[in-house]
């Protein structure tokens, strides 16, 4: 790389499989800070990928379809070669627990090389991966590399290090390479698992990566994996919202909005997928047993699935759906007494950060990144993870200090506007970039 080319500005191109949900926000609103701010930016996603009503937004934001450069006289063969493996791979994990995360194979594709064919390559490109699990094909889309060419992954989940998971549910197989996987219905010392590491291990191991994780317990599971032990280096910054977006509504108003009583206690929990197992339904509807007898009490549940029915009595829940439109969630956000947040295991929950955004406290259980977030007596409570009587008595709690829990409320919007800013974020990566790429010159 010539001293011309350092002058230049970095080119970034955003990689993610997915523009729904917690993974796809973090590239999305990234890519949309990182265009306010001037920075040559583009987030490339599946070519046949089905896009909603959000698509006019993305197409402003400079998001486009990205088709892969797989022709030539062996196209054929590899789609059949790819079609068979996607085949075994699935055969290999039938029988999975459907409450349990994704399980995906490192071939997401045929054959993904680099450049695609609406990338013309330049000196100062870097590109930055997201979610991609479904979207590359691990082998020849890193052995098309050229040698010190800049990669930085963001870590959404821990798919990129593990075997195949996407959330170990505590298991830490993957600091030995994987193999007789607890995730798997049938399960060896060489299963898919450790085959999968393997792929992972062989295809990252030459690339010039620098690996950013967005919650300090994403760090340090993300370090323990041999995948990555050939990384540059390791960088944390923590998702940012628009904090001119994301902020508190009147809570009455916002109650008469939503047909609320003004003085009812009144708590919201939500998820992309509720009947995702790691995002605690099941130790929730427990905990609320426990404040069945709190008069006057509504809970707000939105995301997609279903509640299941409950045995015990439980205060009354309104089901509010899926939720894309940002001022419908900032209203129902600023309805609440408190956020929910039972995962059993997460990264930096989006729906977390969006209720402190809104000045909203949060109770959640003690694991993953939560505790980044809740911080006991400034932003919030935490619980012992798991513990439904726990969280039940910390509601309780709430349901009869809501002066304490508005002035936690206070300074979670507080904590959120210092430190999780969108302006926070993209300054942090500008200055990730201009790094890597200094390194790359170095080379």
């Not at 006057?296 to 409950?310: A, E, H, I, R």
Request: net charge neutral; aromatic share 8%.
């Amino acid at each position: 790389m010539t001293e011309h080319d350092m002058s230049d500005e970095p080119r970034i191109h955003l990689l993610s499989g997915l523009l729904a949900g917690g993974a796809a926000n973090g590239a999305t609103h990234l890519q949309h800070g990182l265009r306010k701010a001037g920075v040559n930016s583009c987030l490339h996603y599946p070519a046949g990928l089905k896009v909603g009503p959000e698509i006019r937004q993305l197409q402003q934001d400079g998001c486009q379809p990205l088709t892969w450069n797989s022709g030539g006289l062996n196209k054929l063969k590899r789609k059949i070669s790819h079609r068979i493996d996607r085949q075994i791979f699935k055969h290999k994990i039938r029988g999975r627990d459907p409450g349990q995360e994704f399980f995906t194979s490192p071939r997401g594709a045929p054959h993904t090389p680099w450049p695609p064919t609406s990338v013309e390559p330049q000196p100062n490109d870097i590109i930055h991966l997201h979610w991609v699990a479904k979207f590359i094909d691990y082998t020849s889309f890193f052995q098309s590399l050229p040698k010190h060419q800049p990669v930085i992954w963001t870590l959404h989940d821990m798919n990129p290090f593990t075997g195949g998971c996407h959330f170990s549910e505590g298991c830490e197989q993957f600091i030995q390479h994987c193999g007789n996987c607890p995730q798997l219905p049938s399960r060896g010392p060489d299963d898919i698992s450790r085959q999968t590491f393997s792929i992972k291990m062989q295809a990252l191991r030459d690339v010039n990566l620098h690996i950013v994780t967005v919650s300090h317990w994403m760090t340090e599971q993300s370090k323990k994996s041999p995948i990555f032990e050939h990384a540059q280096d390791f960088h944390h910054i923590p998702y940012g919202l628009a904090m001119d977006v994301f902020k508190p509504l009147n809570k009455q108003d916002a109650r008469e909005q939503l047909g609320i009583d003004k003085d009812a206690f009144v708590f919201s929990f939500g998820a992309a997928d509720i009947r995702n197992r790691r995002k605690g339904l099941a130790p929730l509807l427990k905990s609320l047993e426990v404040i069945a007898d709190v008069p006057n009490t509504l809970g707000l549940m939105f995301g997609g699935g279903s509640v299941p029915k409950v045995e015990h009595a439980i205060p009354e829940l309104r089901i509010m759906g899926f939720i894309r439109d940002i001022q419908q969630m900032v209203l129902i956000h600023s309805a609440c007494d408190v956020f929910v947040m039972p995962s059993l295991e997460d990264n930096l929950p989006f729906t977390c950060l969006e209720a402190l955004a809104t000045g909203i406290p949060v109770v959640g259980f003690d694991a993953g990144g939560v505790p980044d977030m809740v911080r006991p007596g400034i932003t919030g409570w935490l619980v012992q993870s798991g513990d439904s009587l726990g969280m039940g008595n910390q509601l309780k709690y709430i349901a009869e200090h809501r002066d304490e829990a508005a002035r936690l409320g206070c300074k979670a919007r507080e904590v959120a506007i210092n430190e999780y800013s969108q302006d926070r974020e993209v300054t942090d990566y500008k200055a990730l970039y201009q790094e890597v790429l200094q390194q790359a010159a170095k080379c």
